[in-house]
C-alpha cells in the first residue's frame, strides 16, 4: 500500500508534480500516481476521495492549474490532510487564479497550499506528515536539512572566496 497519492488535474501537470514523485522517491517513501480531473473526471475525483483512507493512503498530494478546484473538492471528501499544488498551466493567466482556487478554501475545509509549482515542498511537506509516527524518516528529514545547510555554507565560501 502507497502512503501518498500524488494526483493531478491532466497529465500535462506531470512537468511540475513529478518534483513531488522525485523527493518522495529519494526520502524513500511509497507513492502512486494518477490523473484524477475535478471537472472532466467527476465521478473519478468522487471514488478516489472517498476511498482514499481505506486504500491505505496517509496523505494526498493534488496539483491543478486555473480553475483549479481538484485538491478543495477532494479534500471536501476525505478527512486525509490534502497539500495543494497550484500550476501555471495552459489556461492559467498567471499563475494566480490556480493559487487563489486553491488557496481560499471556506473554514472546515483545509488544504495545505504551497508555492506556484511548488511540488517538491508539497513532496516535503507530505514526509514531515509521515515523520510525526515514523522516528526512521524523521530522521532521514533532519539529514537532509542538514545537506542543504552543508551545501549553502559551501556555496557561502566560494561567493566570500571570490569576493563576487
Ligand atoms: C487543469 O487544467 C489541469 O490541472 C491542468 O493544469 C489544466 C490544463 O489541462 P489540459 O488542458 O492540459 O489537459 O484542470
Do not use: C
Not at 496523505?59 to 490532510?81: D, E, W
Amino acid at each position: 500500500m502507497a502512503k501518498v497519492a500524488v494526483i493531478m488535474g491532466s497529465d500535462s501537470d506531470w512537468n511540475i508534480m513529478q518534483a513531488a514523485v522525485n523527493i518522495l522517491k529519494e526520502l524513500g517513501i511509497s507513492y502512486r500516481t494518477t490523473v484524477v480531473s475535478a471537472h472532466r473526471t467527476p465521478e473519478r475525483m468522487y471514488e478516489f476521495a472517498k476511498n482514499a483512507a481505506t486504500e491505505g493512503f496517509n496523505v494526498i498530494i493534488a496539483g491543478a492549474g486555473g480553475a483549479a478546484h481538484l485538491p478543495g473538492m477532494v479534500a471536501s471528501m476525505t478527512t486525509l490532510p490534502v497539500i495543494g499544488v497550484p500550476i501555471k498551466s495552459s489556461n492559467s493567466i498567471d499563475g494566480w487564479d490556480s493559487i487563489l482556487s486553491i488557496l481560499q478554501m471556506p473554514n472546515g475545509i483545509p488544504v495545505a497550499t504551497v508555492a506556484l509549482n511548488g511540488a517538491k515542498n508539497a513532496g516535503l511537506l507530505a514526509a514531515r506528515i509521515l515523520s510525526v509516527s515514523d522516528t526512521q524518516l524523521s530522521e532521514t528529514l533532519a539529514q537532509y536539512n542538514l545537506n542543504m545547510k552543508e551545501a549553502v555554507l559551501k556555496k557561502a565560501a566560494i561567493v566570500e572566496q571570490n569576493n563576487l
